[in-house]
């Protein structure tokens, strides 16, 4: 991998896409690389995952404009699925994804954020949905994630006018969950990461499919969807200790961290 390094602190991982020179821009390399690593995240050791990026000043840029400048529509219709297909990877991996956002979140970086479960960032981060300044409506699922996420004329705001707003301002319309100094933040993700990693696999599981296919359907669906992955969580270890610690007592009142149990 040249553009992403993948590492593993417990039942953690990081995936950081690493291309400083270019602000993070995602080319094809880097969404190949991108999906290549989710693909080999091991599910069975691993329990949440942080995204972030290299560097001080970006999360992600935005899509490689060099590289989409000379796409003909055949080109550009490849490059938007290959990028859609990561994000939609992203979007329903089996296990939560936090965006750590360190920086600029443009265009595909706005977009690659929104595709994950929770968004964080540091205080000098920047987000926007510039594309039609350049010529182009938001391809990777901008017009549909940030619609859903701060509702539609916030999102018709931010997309007509192209205008880039600051951490403060997307914690306070609710792109992002918190905003911390830049030093704190990647540990702040962690920490989340562990502390959802340290919660029964499967039940976190079942919330983020039931969260994210409820969201499609309407509430009489929905509510059958939940059922459903509740019902599943009677099937496992760790909801009979869980039930078992809080009615014996038990001090902690956590479950045991074991490895991941397959139905
Ligand atoms: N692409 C390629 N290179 C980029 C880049 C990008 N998006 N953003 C920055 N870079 C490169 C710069 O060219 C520069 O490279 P060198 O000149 O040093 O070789 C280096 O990163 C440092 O950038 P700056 O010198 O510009 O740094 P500044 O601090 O002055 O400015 C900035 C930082 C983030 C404000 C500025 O770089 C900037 O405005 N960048 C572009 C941001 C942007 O417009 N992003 C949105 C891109 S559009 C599609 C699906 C999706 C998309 C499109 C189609 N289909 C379905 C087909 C997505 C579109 C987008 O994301």
Not at 47 to 58: C, P
Not at 64 to 79: N, P, Q, Y
Not at 133 to 149: D, E, N, V
């Amino acid at each position: 991998m040249e553009f992403i390094t993948y590492e593993q602190e417990g039942f953690v991982g990081v995936v950081t896409i690493n291309r400083p020179k270019a602000l993070n821009a995602l080319n094809s390399q880097v969404l190949d690389e991108l999906e290549a690593t989710f693909d080999a995240i091991d599910l069975d050791t691993t329990r949440a995952v942080v995204l972030t990026g290299a560097g001080e000043k970006s999360f992600v840029a935005g899509a490689d404009i060099g590289e989409m400048s000379t796409l003909t529509k055949a080109e550009g219709e490849a490059f938007g699925k290959k990028g859609n297909d990561v994000f939609r990877k992203i979007e329903t991996f089996p296990i939560p994804v936090i965006a750590a956002i360190n920086g600029f979140a443009l265009g595909g970086g706005c977009e690659i954020s929104m595709s994950c479960d929770i968004r964080i960032c540091s205080e000098n981060a920047v987000f926007g949905q510039p594309e039609v300044g350049l010529g182009i409506t938001p391809g990777f699922g901008g017009t549909q994630r940030l619609a859903r996420l701060v509702g539609a004329g916030m999102a018709k705001q931010m997309i007509y006018t192209a205008r880039n707003i600051k951490a403060d301002e997307a914690y306070r319309i609710g792109l992002v969950n918190a905003v911390y100094p830049l030093e704190e933040l990647l540990p702040a993700a962690k920490k989340m990461a562990a502390g959802i990693a340290a919660n029964a696999p499967i039940a976190v599981r079942n919330c983020k499919k039931a969260i994210n296919d409820g969201l499609q359907v309407d509430m009489d669906q929905a509510i059958v969807i939940e059922e459903k992955l509740f019902g599943d969580c009677f099937e496992t270890e760790d909801q009979k200790a869980g039930m078992g610690n809080f009615l014996e007592k038990d001090k902690e009142k956590k479950l045991k961290v074991v490895p991941f149990q397959n139905k």
